[in-house]
């Protein structure tokens, strides 16, 4: 089969290098890559938001299967447009994207299925957002509608952190609405399933760290590493998972007409109460990606196939006993301002150690070097027989890469590792 991958990140990386193992792949390529990607595909110069390149480079390289990863040119339409040519391809729909695109379609569709999610609002109405800040004080959660590289969501532990926000996310959806909504206490996983129609094949489950720094700290980011399993996501929570929230969310969307075919990203909040829609995503998380892809023993390619086929329902996936971690390589200053273009050295050393790969996430070459190209610039991924030392590996490995302008947190797994210990 000829392959094309969309994306340029940690999470394309993982996937080229779980694609390039497939015993069906004839050609890989990819747009717009990265160095890391590059060493799996064929690296091609196309504008993904000119649909009509993509569709031109699929027929003209007899491409079988479109691999589209990040999210915007999934709510863009780029599915619905290669579908009409009849090319397949591994993603969703315009429509069924939404449910990343838009917190308040998701909100929506959860209050009219009955499916567990924290208690909101909707508004595009400063004032009336302060008066219902005023009235249920902090902590709060305010939400951004559309896309914001997982930067869209303000969690205001205090009140007046609260109405300071207000104007913040206002400016961050434009005219779109905004979401307030009751703040969840619990523990945080990621859980993930390939979706065609009514079918869902159950993937596995994660635990990502969303602030900036050590100890849960900091502004959010798009993530700062993860591990999968998640020891939280019990057999009993997975079934409540798929009973109360995907299946009714595949449902929903399948008898709406508008039918969700590829991953689905659920985040969660395990409350004291039960498992909690946080939110969807539709496309594999990034970092989770990089952890789930070492652990699949089956071949990603032949169930991206039979995710497209509708063919979910005969299908299985196995996952290797191991714990992966990867921890995110960032640029000093991410998630805010941050300066690109700095020599990367020591990746080739860091691979060598056992159970660990790194995955480029914003690189780029500059002549024969390897240089920072983005905030979250590398992912060392490791496995190991537990927490700890697939975490002692992915962390040995981390001292091996010489780049002074990167940070990272130390602290990646400290729930497992807890846990562990407790043992």
């Known amino acids: 089969m000829n392959v094309l991958l969309i994306g340029s ?54 491409i079988d299967l479109v691999v589209i990863g990040p999210e915007a040119p999934l709510t863009a339409g780029l599915a619905d447009a290669l579908i009409v040519e009849k090319i397949k391809v ?3 729909q315009k429509i069924p994207a939404t449910l990343e695109g838009s917190k308040s379609f998701t909100k929506r569709l959860c209050a009219e299925h009955d499916i567990p999610t924290a208690g909101f609002i909707e508004t595009t109405s400063r004032e009336e957002a302060r008066k219902h800040i005023e009235k249920h004080g902090a902590p ?21 952190e609260a109405l300071m926000a207000v104007d913040q996310v206002f400016a961050m959806g434009g005219d779109a609405p905004v979401v307030i909504e009751e703040f969840l206490e619990g523990e945080e996983a990621s859980y993930f399933c390939f979706v065609h129609g009514e079918q869902v094949l159950p993937l596995a489950s994660a635990q990502d760290h969303k602030r900036v720094f050590d100890n849960d700290q900091g502004p959010n980011t798009g993530g700062m590493g993860a591990y999968s399993p998640a020891p939280v996501f019990t057999k009993a929570i997975e079934k409540i998972v798929l009973d109360k929230i995907v299946r009714p969310t595949a449902r929903a969307l399948a008898q709406a007409g508008t039918p ?36 699949m023993k089956d071949d990603l390619l032949t169930l991206m196939l039979a995710t497209v086929n509708g063919e979910l329902d005969k299908s299985s996936v196995r996952w290797r006993d191991e714990v992966a971690i990867t ?80 940070f990272y947190r130390s602290d990646i797994g400290w729930r497992a590792i807890a846990r562990e210990k407790a043992k």
Not at 270 to 293: A, H, S, W
Not at 382 to 401: D, F, M, N, P, Q
Request: with cysteine.
């Open 327 to 406: 921890v995110v390589f960032a640029n000093k200053g991410y998630p805010g301002a941050y300066k690109s273009g700095a020599e990367i050295r020591g990746i080739e050393k860091a691979n060598e150690i056992e159970g660990v790969t790194v995955f480029h996430a914003g690189t780029k070459h500059d002549g024969d070097k390897i240089v920072s190209n983005g905030g979250r610039v590398l992912n060392v991924t490791a496995l190991g027989k537990s927490v700890t030392e697939a975490r002692e590996r992915a962390y040995k490995a981390l001292s091996l890469i010489d780049w002074p302008e990167g």
């Open 260 to 295: 969700y075919s590829g991953v689905l990203y659920i985040g969660l909040m395990i409350t004291k109460d039960g498992p909690k829609l946080i939110e969807y995503n539709v496309r594999f998380g990034d970092p989770e990606c990089q952890v789930l892809m070492p652990r």
């Open 140 to 160: 709060i959660v305010l939400k951004a509608d559309g896309l914001h590289a997982g930067k869209g969501v303000i969690v205001a532990m205090d009140k007046k």
């Open 90 to 92: 591994f993603g969703p």
């Open 9 to 62: 990140g940690g999470r394309e990386h993982a996937l080229s290098w779980k694609l390039a193992a497939s015993p069906l792949l004839t050609k890989l390529y990819a747009t717009p890559g990265n160095p890391g990607i590059a060493e799996d595909a064929e690296i091609v110069p196309l504008k993904v938001e000119d649909h009509a390149a993509v569709i031109a480079f699929a027929k003209e390289k007899k």
